[in-house]
Structures are given as structure tokens and as C-alpha cells.
């Protein structure tokens, strides 16, 4: 398939996603309730967090040695997996005894079916080295091929498992999500296995020299995960009442908007290896073109979800998560600017300048961090909900002035609507 043709794939692929996704998040929140599927909810951010800090970038790194640098793809991927294993086994090991030694804030879960979850934390890591890959090659169904598997897995469990005992703990959802990413590993695993090799060793040259570019990429990844955890995190420790309760209604109300971000997060990848490849008027051109249109689509998406939230929230979660409607009309906001970002992540990334983007990430980190700690005791999670929308628009802005500075942009390119020509080229990638 050419690139238009593998943008529309992914591109309904991951509705098809957000359906699995969805059911998951319902059948999870009916069954657990608010403050249950907050506390679920520390645990999933927690291990996401502690993945993508120790996977070092290594993934996106593989990508520019491969790609950019066009170093053996067998050699980069078995000295890089080779290298990660250990770090894989650490990671898991000193989560799980996090885990374990902080019954008071997780709550006190058995020590097998936390040991899988950390089991799932080790498979993550070595995902995000295979994954990027996969993209970078335009190897589009193979990776959809990884995501269907495991939601279908976990769909399938969910359902027999209430069959069977009719009700489902926090515990079980821990264990669930271990085996999903050893299963996703798997998968990979079969894809790749002639594509490298256990018995190559490590090039300690070329893992330094990946490592250097991936914690520049890290950084970024981490940051930008930081930014997003700071409300659950803080929820829990600053809320007066129902840290867990709160978080719960936030997660919901959060999980409702990747209707709105499946375009930007499935074309972003894509964008990325493909702009890495173009420069000057032609980038100007795709840039300002599919950041319009990412932000006009948006717009609509974020209006339909602002009137219709009591409905969404009621029809899928229940009466029980009411309390999460004015947080969802909130949160929709952040959908207009989260389509330019995507695009700013791409263009800074390929064009060799992820430490723009850490900058403008520690700024957002900061103001969130500074405006959650004081907004948080006074107005709990609506006030959280608020501050996410102000840092969202925020370091969305400081991004398109970056961009500015390094692609000859202006803001008002950032701002003008795309005419009916400016919509078809940038549905087919093409020029004018």
C-alpha cells in the first residue's frame, strides 16, 4: 500500500480500536464503579509512566538509525533487545516491589496477580522497541494485527470471567493487563524473529550511540507522559475527599475523548517517518495543511461531545458516573489544540529537534504542577478538569512558535481555515 493508502487504514483501523477499547472501559467501569476504576486507574498510569521512563526512546531511536542513518536493521534491532532484556527484568522487579511496599496508597492486592501485572510492565518495554518499528517500515497491518489480538483477548476474558463469578476486581483487571502485554510480545516476537537474533550479542558502539539519540527522544516521551498524570496523581494526593472517586470520574470522562485524537495519534507516526524525508516549502505546505484540518475536525468532534455529554457518560458508564458530565465538557476543549500538537510533535521530531518540545513540555509540567496543587484542594476535580485546558492550549502555543522559528511558519498559517482543494490534498498527501 502506498501512504495514503496505509494513512486510511490506520486510520479506520483505529476506529475499529476505539470500539474494543470502549467496550473494555465499560464493561472495567460498570463492574469496578468510580472510586475502583480510579485506584485501576493509578496502577495502569503508574506502570505506563515507569515503561516509557525506563524504555530510554529506544524505540523511536531504532527508527532514525534505521531510516535516517540506514544502519542494518538486524544488527540495530538484536543489539538493542539484546541490551534491553536486563533493564526489562529490573524495571519489572523494582515496580513490583513499589507495588508492594505501598499497600496504603495501591491498596493491598495478591502478590501473584501484581507479579503478572510487573510481568506485563517488562513485555511494554520491549513493545516499544518492536512497535515503532513496524511503523517506521509502513508494516501498518501488522501492527493493527498487535493491537486487535490483545483487545479481542481481553474482551473475551472480560465477558467469560462475568459469566462465571458475575463480578470483577481490581486485582483481576491487574492480572488481565499482564498477560494482554506478554501476548502483544508474542506476537511481535513471531514477527520479528527472523529479523534478529539472541545470539548477535550487543555492539556496545552502536547501543551508546542509540542510547545518546533515544534520551533526547525519552525526554519527550516522559514529559509529555508526566504532563498527563500529573491530575491523577494529584487528585489522590490534594483532593479534601475521594481521591480515588475523583479519578475515576476524570479517567472516564479523559478515555471519551480518544474519538477525537484516533486521526492525529494514527496519521502521527506515519507523519513522522514521512516528513523526515521532505523539507522547505513542501513541509510549510503539509505542516499548515494538516494542522488546519486536524484542528477544524476537532472543533466539531469536541462541540458534539460538549452537548451530548450527559448522554455518552449516562448510556455507557451509567448514573453512577453523572458527576463526570461537566468534566468531559471541559475536557473536550483540549481537543482543539491536541490535533496541532500531534502535528508539532512530528514536524520538531523529524526535523531534529525533540529538545523544543521537552522545553515546552517542562513549562506545561510546571504550570500544571503549580496549578493543580492550589486549584485541587479548593475545587477538586472540576478545577483539575479546568487547569488541564489552560496547559493544554498553552503548550500547544508554545509549540506553533517553535515550529515558527524552524519551518518559516507563521501563526497565522496556524489559523486559517483550508479551503475544499486544501482538504482533498491533504487527505491524498499531494501538492496543490
Known amino acids: 500500500m502506498n501512504f495514503k493508502q496505509l494513512t486510511i487504514f490506520s486510520i479506520a483501523a483505529s476506529f475499529g480500536l476505539i470500539v474494543f477499547n470502549m467496550l473494555i472501559n465499560v464493561i472495567e467501569s460498570r463492574v469496578l464503579g468510580p472510586s475502583e476504576i480510579g485506584r485501576y486507574q493509578v496502577f495502569v ?55 508492594m511496599l505501598k499497600p496504603d496508597y495501591f491498596g493491598k492486592e495478591n502478590v501473584w496477580r501484581v507479579a503478572l501485572f510487573c510481568l506485563g510492565t517488562g513485555a511494554l518495554l520491549l513493545n516499544n522497541i518492536f512497535t515503532p518499528v513496524l511503523l517506521a517500515k509502513m508494516e501498518v497491518v501488522k501492527s493493527q494485527v498487535v493491537k486487535y489480538s490483545t483487545r479481542v483477548f481481553t474482551v473475551i476474558i472480560l465477558l467469560v470471567a462475568l459469566l462465571a463469578w458475575n463480578k470483577l476486581d481490581v486485582g483481576f483487571l491487574l492480572a488481565l493487563s499482564g498477560v494482554g502485554s506478554v501476548l502483544s510480545l508474542s506476537i511481535l516476537y513471531y514477527y520479528f524473529s527472523n529479523r534478529f537474533s539472541f545470539k548477535d550479542g550487543i555492539d556496545k558502539k552502536l547501543f551508546s550511540s542509540i542510547v545518546k539519540w533515544g534520551v533526547k527522544l525519552a525526554g519527550n516521551n516522559i514529559a509529555s507522559l508526566i504532563l498527563t498524570s500529573i491530575p491523577v496523581y494529584f487528585l489522590t494526593w490534594f483532593s479534601v475527599s475521594g481521591g ?21 495519534s494514527s496519521i502521527g507516526p506515519l507523519l513522522y517517518s514521512k516528513w523526515s524525508l521532505v523539507k522547505g516549502e513542501e513541509l510549510r505546505q503539509q505542516v499548515c495543511k494538516v494542522s488546519l484540518f486536524l484542528v477544524f475536525v476537532n472543533m466539531f468532534l469536541a462541540l458534539g461531545l460538549i452537548i451530548f455529554a450527559p448522554f455518552f457518560i449516562k448510556i455507557l458508564y451509567g448514573t453512577e458516573y453523572q458527576s463526570a458530565v461537566p468534566i468531559l465538557r471541559l475536557l473536550a476543549l483540549t481537543m482543539i489544540a491536541n490535533g496541532a500538537k500531534e502535528v508539532s510533535y512530528g514536524i520538531l521530531s523529524s526535523q531534529g529537534s525533540p529538545l523544543c518540545i521537552l522545553q515546552n513540555l517542562v513549562i506545561g509540567i510546571v504550570l500544571s504542577g503549580v496549578l493543580n496543587y492550589f486549584i485541587i484542594p479548593q475545587f477538586g476535580v472540576i478545577g483539575c478538569s479546568t487547569v488541564t485546558v489552560i496547559v493544554t492550549f498553552a503548550t500547544a502555543l508554545l509549540l506553533q512558535i517553535n515550529i515558527t522559528k524552524i519551518t518559516g511558519l507563521s501563526m497565522k498559517d496556524f489559523y486559517t481555515l483550508p479551503s475544499k482543494e486544501d482538504v482533498k490534498s491533504i487527505l491524498l498527501f499531494k501538492k496543490k
Open 45 to 99: 498510569t503508574t506502570q505506563t509512566l515507569f515503561a516509557t521512563f525506563c524504555a530510554l526512546g529506544l524505540g523511536q531511536s531504532c527508527i532514525y538509525f534505521i531510516n535516517a542513518l540506514k544502519v542494518d536493521e538486524r544488527k540495530v534491532l538484536s543489539t538493542t533487545v539484546n541490551a534491553t532484556l536486563p533493564i526489562a527484568t529490573i524495571a519489572s522487579l523494582v515496580l513490583f516491589i513499589i507495588i
Open 244 to 264: 480515588f472517586l475523583n479519578v475515576g470520574y476524570y479517567s472516564r470522562a479523559n478515555s471519551l475523548l480518544v474519538i477525537g485524537t484516533v486521526i492525529a
